[in-house]
């Protein structure tokens, strides 16, 4: 996901190719040569792949955890690696980047929330379970991309091997249609405008399924909430996001994201 905020453009995670990613971008309306910051959430290669390219290629800073960083296959220059430690916010150019810990199997992988000092967005994926600490960071949020990774009777019944299925369902694995749900329903409140469903499992989910979950949720609060799923294979509509309604983007201060 792309976040462009005054002079700061960041890409959360970077596991497609370069290529790809330039593609992406363009197709967005964006340059990828115009990033800032890369922050990665942890270490699997869907997404860091690229993190050492895009640091040597176009010198743009390359943050994560020290567990990631030291587990990256392809680690950025020393000079552009930055360490980000979970509950600390890290302040740039007109966004604040915070790194919340989460429960997955990789080495000290991270959720972030971004705020420009007028509204905030998360994007969380991988995990397996939710804690209190989660929730708690996860406030007062204008947009949220979530993970809806897979339904549980799909996984089941489908064609992975058990222990992969025994991975996946555990508190260390994804979450499923269910636990997006319940945390969407901890979290949700009426400014709540934007939300992304991510991470889709392309053999133990559908659209559908994610969909009816989240709706569930947001009909029954009366949510006015915009849903959308995460594609694997193109670039979202960019969600801009003003300080208080959306409105016609003509302020010069507001944050914008593109899920890419």
Same mark, same amino acid.
């Given at each position: 996901m792309w976040v462009d905020?005054?002079?700061?453009?960041?890409?959360?995670? =970077? !596991?497609?190719?370069? $290529?790809?990613?330039?593609r992406r971008c363009k197709g967005a309306g964006l340059d990828v040569r115009d990033l800032t910051d890369v922050?990665?959430?942890?270490?699997?290669?869907?997404?860091?792949?690229? =993190? !050492?390219?895009?640091? $040597?290629?176009?010198?743009?800073?390359?943050?994560?955890t020290r567990g990631t960083m030291r587990s990256l296959r392809d680690p950025p220059p020393e000079e552009l690696r930055l360490a980000v430690r979970a509950?600390?916010?890290?302040?740039?150019?007109g966004l604040t980047v915070t790194p919340i810990a989460l429960p997955h199997d990789a080495w000290e992988p991270v959720a972030y929330v971004v705020e420009d000092g007028a509204t905030r967005a998360a994007v969380i994926t991988d995990l397996g379970s939710v804690n209190r600490g989660i929730v708690r960071a996860l406030h007062q949020l204008d947009a949220l991309v979530l993970e809806m990774n897979h339904d549980l009777r799909m996984l089941a019944e489908g064609p992975y091997p058990w222990s992969l299925k025994q991975r996946i369902r555990s508190d260390r694995g994804h979450l499923s249609n269910e636990q997006g749900a319940r945390l969407l329903q901890e979290i949700l409140h009426g400014g709540l405008r934007h939300l992304v469903l991510a991470h889709l499992s392309e053999h133990n989910n559908t659209e559908s399924h994610a969909r009816r979950a989240a709706e569930r949720v947001l009909?029954?609060?009366?949510?006015?909430?915009r849903l959308c799923v995460g594609s694997q294979s193109r670039a979202l509509d960019p969600v801009?996001?003003?300080?208080?309604?959306?409105?016609?983007?003509?302020?010069?201060?507001?944050?914008a994201l593109f899920a890419v």
């Amino acid at each position: 996901m792309w976040v462009d905020a005054g002079a700061t453009r960041i890409l959360i995670d =970077a !596991g497609l190719p370069l $290529r790809e990613t330039a593609r992406r971008c363009k197709g967005a309306g964006l340059d990828v040569r115009d990033l800032t910051d890369v922050f990665l959430t942890h270490e699997h290669a869907d997404h860091s792949h690229a =993190a !050492g390219i895009l640091a $040597r290629r176009l010198g743009v800073r390359v943050h994560a955890t020290r567990g990631t960083m030291r587990s990256l296959r392809d680690p950025p220059p020393e000079e552009l690696r930055l360490a980000v430690r979970a509950g600390v916010p890290l302040r740039l150019d007109g966004l604040t980047v915070t790194p919340i810990a989460l429960p997955h199997d990789a080495w000290e992988p991270v959720a972030y929330v971004v705020e420009d000092g007028a509204t905030r967005a998360a994007v969380i994926t991988d995990l397996g379970s939710v804690n209190r600490g989660i929730v708690r960071a996860l406030h007062q949020l204008d947009a949220l991309v979530l993970e809806m990774n897979h339904d549980l009777r799909m996984l089941a019944e489908g064609p992975y091997p058990w222990s992969l299925k025994q991975r996946i369902r555990s508190d260390r694995g994804h979450l499923s249609n269910e636990q997006g749900a319940r945390l969407l329903q901890e979290i949700l409140h009426g400014g709540l405008r934007h939300l992304v469903l991510a991470h889709l499992s392309e053999h133990n989910n559908t659209e559908s399924h994610a969909r009816r979950a989240a709706e569930r949720v947001l009909e029954k609060h009366g949510a006015c909430t915009r849903l959308c799923v995460g594609s694997q294979s193109r670039a979202l509509d960019p969600v801009l996001l003003e300080p208080s309604r959306a409105l016609p983007l003509r302020r010069a201060r507001q944050l914008a994201l593109f899920a890419v």
